[in-house]
């Protein structure tokens, strides 16, 4: 397996460059969508070595600063551009006063006035220097913008190639939570080309990939934009002994059903219910040292209790928390048998800190299970997986009923529309009789905006009328997606069973990986299957690569819109079971059902989305942010 380190550590002197770009003492402004990615990429303490004071999250209020440097970090967006040149105004003006009161006229040429201005800018602390960073490229629309607004004279402008981001070992995710609807509804294929440049970064440190296999329009479009990439630098480029063997590009329209199931696995419930994790962090109260109050924790390979249970269904969690309990007392236990052995004490010394902190976080995680069962054992949570299950076994009994009491009792829109997509998704469609009525019972009890969020779900397919066409049953049977009888497997045979992870649904996406590698013949052995999924798919080997190192072949598998917590337990599965093979996960963003949704969602100013997702909405950023009273804090 490839260690990543090399990534991480060219996002972090990257981070590093763009900081030292701006001399001195600075404030750094971020967006919400930046904020916790850039956590994993650096810690506080970094950013304090550089010269940054304060950090803002980026809004549409102006505030004020005795700091003279200003940076920002930010996505090109066209909104955020328009905040910027808010700022950049306010601070203008401020500067414009400071001159009037010293009698400094803005064309003065007088270089002892100017010294003078200057020394009143620094008493009365206004911003006169400003960067602006676009993460991962600039864009023309921005600059235009700012040219427009009137300030693009009055900052530089760069750009920061933030891509992949190293969420844990075997996990990376570029965390762009629009890429599937500007690429579905908005028609930007940007972030597709986001994806390809990454691809490529990654053949620079890893070799070039001898072996991609694709699927979807969207994994074509970035399989093809790889190969002009390829044509423009040459093969030459890639000279390493390639580490990865294969790459598969999976487009998240080949499975939309996946991400509305509830997910079943630990990590997935507490994605679900308990409030989301947000870039690798949980704000949890369960914590021994949090004493009631919340707090965020780390949720990654380095809690190695978390490691141990994060992909089991949670049938199996308990026995997976008592057999970590278990060894931790054993190990506990040795102290007792090595007073006679110097040696034996010293590694014992060297590993109590670890055992400690493992007792720490068993703690932590049985609170936390016990959680989760005050919540999917009751009624309303175990009804929604019954009539999910029943979905999946084309039982359609009390499915309308049971969207039409959820309307009825306001149940968040999210959670009502992912039912409503699933049973549309699985049966092709919704009778139109049906659907008019669901569609003007949406409409009555959530209000009129709710009509953007359906009429997006058309165009991207996941709600539609019936039409007679559903490949839903060839794709089961052909792909053995349901095996009704894995939860009845002892748990050492079910961990080697991706089914396990849905309570015997294994997704679209997972079964075509397990096909592409498992198979000698791959993908050539179900194209019949595959047509019917997308005519756009292909296996392909790239032209220049070299023969991968011995070992573990190691698979590169990249979801193009997304990869839900539950999909990355089942590829986990499919290493357990593989001899050969060894996968890492790429995506553009880890989602859920209801992110996936609230990404669809166009928000119309006044709160819908909140009240569509009805939970705060934690950011997880992990660096401090500070708020001056007229700036807002991401908390807030």
């Given amino acids: ?16 460059n763009v900081l030292d770009s701006m001399p001195g003492d600075k404030v750094l402004i971020l967006d919400d969508q930046i904020i916790g990615p850039l956590g994993l990429v650096a ?16 809004s549409d209020k102006t505030f004020d600063t005795s700091i003279s440097n200003v940076l920002y970090i930010v996505r090109p967006r ?13 601070w203008n003006i401020q500067k414009q006063n400071l001159e009037k009161k ?18 009143s800018e620094e008493e009365f602390g206004v911003p006169t220097n400003f960067s602006v960073f676009l993460v991962p490229r600039k864009t023309l629309i921005c600059e235009k913008i700012l040219t427009e607004l009137g300030v693009y004279g009055d900052l530089t402008i760069e750009e920061f190639p933030l891509d992949l981001i190293v969420f844990d070992p075997y996990i990376l995710s570029m965390e762009i939570s629009t890429s599937f609807k500007e690429c579905t509804i908005d028609g930007d294929f940007s972030s597709l080309y986001y994806v390809a440049r990454s691809i490529m970064k990654l053949q620079t440190y890893y070799g070039l990939i001898p072996n991609v296999k694709y699927i979807g329009g969207n994994a074509k479009h970035v399989y093809d934009m790889m190969m002009r990439m390829k044509k423009q630098v040459g093969s030459q480029v890639f000279s390493v002994v390639p580490e990865i063997n294969t790459l598969i590009l999976l487009d998240r329209n080949i499975d939309l059903i996946t991400p509305m199931l509830t997910q079943l696995t630990y990590e997935g419930l507490i994605d679900e219910v308990l409030g989301g994790i947000k870039n690798s962090l949980f704000e949890t109260d369960k914590a021994p040292e949090a004493k009631g109050a919340k707090k965020k924790v780390l949720l990654n390979s380095s809690d190695r209790v978390f490691d141990r249970v994060r992909h089991l269904n949670q049938q199996h969690v308990a026995i997976g928390l008592q057999e970590k309990a278990k060894e931790i007392d054993e190990k506990m236990k040795e102290k007792e048998e090595i007073k006679q052995s110097i040696e034996k004490i010293k590694k014992f010394t060297k590993e109590l800190p670890i055992l400690q902190e493992d007792k720490k976080n068993l703690e932590m995680h049985i609170n936390i ?36 009491e959820c309307i009825d009792r306001q149940q968040p829109l999210v959670n009502v529309l ?27 009890s959530y209000g009129l905006e709710s009509m953007l969020t359906l009429n997006n779900l058309e165009k991207v397919g996941m709600l539609k009328r019936y039409d007679g066409k559903t490949n839903w049953g060839v794709l089961k049977k052909q792909l053995n997606l349901f095996d009704e009888k894995v939860m009845e497997k002892p748990e050492e045979e079910a961990m080697s069973d991706p089914h396990v992870v849905y309570n015997g649904y294994c997704p679209i996406t997972v079964a075509l990986v397990d096909q592409a590698v498992n198979d000698e013949r791959g993908w050539k052995k179900i194209e019949t299957t595959l047509n019917n999924i997308s005519s756009k798919y292909g296996e392909e080997v790239q032209k220049g690569s070299q023969e991968t190192q011995l070992g573990k ?20 599965y499919l290493n357990e079971r593989s001899n050969d093979c060894e996968f890492i996960v790429a995506t553009t963003k880890l989602i859920n059902g209801s992110s996936f949704i609230e990404a669809l969602m166009d928000d119309c100013g006044n709160g819908f989305k909140r009240r569509a997702m009805n939970h705060p909405g934690l950011l997880g950023e992990a660096i401090r942010i500070d708020s001056p009273n007229n700036s807002p804090s991401v908390d807030q």
Avoid at 1 to 16: G, H, N, V, Y
Avoid at 373 to 394: A, H, N, T, V, Y
Avoid at 557 to 572: H, K, P, Q
Wanted: proline share 2%; glycine share 6%; hydrophobic share 40%.
């Fill in 1 to 16: 397996m490839p260690q990543l380190d090399a990534i991480r550590e060219t996002a972090r002197s990257d981070l590093c």
């Fill in 43 to 58: 810690p506080s303490a970094l950013l304090k070595e550089h010269g940054v004071c304060k950090v803002f999250k980026l």
């Fill in 78 to 90: 066209m909104h955020l551009m328009k905040w910027i040149a808010n700022q950049i105004k306010y």
């Fill in 102 to 119: 010293s009698g400094i006229t803005s064309n003065d040429k007088n270089s002892e006035r100017k010294k003078v201005s200057t020394s």
């Fill in 369 to 404: 299970m016990q959680q989760l069962r005050g919540i999917i054992g009751k009624i309303p949570f175990r009804r929604s997986i019954q009539i999910q299950m029943g979905l999946l076994e084309d039982d359609e009994k009390g499915v309308l009923d049971y969207i039409e």
């Fill in 418 to 444: 992912r039912i409503i997509c699933l049973y549309s998704l699985i049966n092709g469609g919704i009778k139109t009789k049906n659907y008019d009525f669901i569609r003007k019972e949406i409409i009555q």
């Fill in 553 to 572: 072949k190691v698979v590169l598998v990249y979801f193009i819109g997304g990869v839900t917590f539950s999909e990355l337990a089942a590829i986990s």
